[in-house]
């Protein structure tokens, strides 16, 4: 059976990252889907469900404001019709990249995530010392109408030593190598939406 050929966004970000290692790509989503996902992460944020994010891993987990100020909860299958349309999306350039980079890429963790007028995230970066899965990197912006002067831009440090800062307007994608670009999320005026996650390939440490 012939493969599918790669839709022209994951051929484009395909060809970033072979490149060099990042893409942004704006209007990455179908007409209607940013709005219908930012709605959906406001209607689960007025409900409760959003919970501060936290720094650290396991036992060592804590909430500091300080350091990042944002509001998640991840995404499951079968919740929503449109957080499913946005990951069979992702899952669909997952398949791309393991077929064309050889990644590896098992699987896809995502959160929506958001920023309440003022917060930010501090420098880092997205792969934990003691866990090597988290492979590449995807930000999924849900904002409309969002300018320069709000703020927010994710701040991407490039190899060498220039920064990158992308304007989280809805429906750009932002797609990196998790070990390879620390980055951070600059103050917004406003509030700031967003759909974070990682591709995941096996981890190489014991398990």
């Known amino acids: 059976m012939r493969e599918a050929s790669p839709t022209p966004l994951s051929a484009r970000i395909l060809d970033d990252l072979a490149e060099r ?3 942004v790509q704006s209007d990455a989503l179908p007409p209607g889907l940013a709005g219908a996902l930012a709605a959906e992460c406001r209607r689960r944020h007025a409900a409760g469900a959003l919970a501060r994010a936290s720094v650290g891993r396991g036992s060592g987990q804590l909430v500091d404001e ?53 917060s930010f995230y501090r420098r880092h970066l997205d792969r934990f010392r003691d866990d090597d899965r988290r492979t590449v990197t995807t930000v999924c912006y849900l904002n409309a109408d969002w300018q320069a002067e709000h703020g927010g831009a994710l701040r991407i ?22 070990a ?22 096996r981890g190489s440490g014991p398990l």
């Open 66 to 118: 300080g350091i990042r100020g944002d509001h998640i909860q991840w995404l499951g299958r079968g919740e929503t019709p449109a957080t499913d349309q946005y990951l069979d999306l992702l899952d669909e350039l997952r398949a791309t990249l393991n077929r064309e980079l050889f990644l590896g890429l098992e699987d896809y963790e995502c959160h929506f995530a958001l920023y309440p007028p003022g």
């Open 21 to 23: 290692g990042w893409s």
């Open 157 to 178: 440090e490039l190899p060498d030593g220039e920064e990158r800062d992308v304007l989280p307007a809805a429906g750009t994608l932002v797609v990196f190598m998790s």
């Open 180 to 201: 390879d670009f620390p980055h951070e999320v600059l103050a917004a005026s406003r509030e700031r939406l967003s759909l974070t996650g990682w591709y995941r390939r």
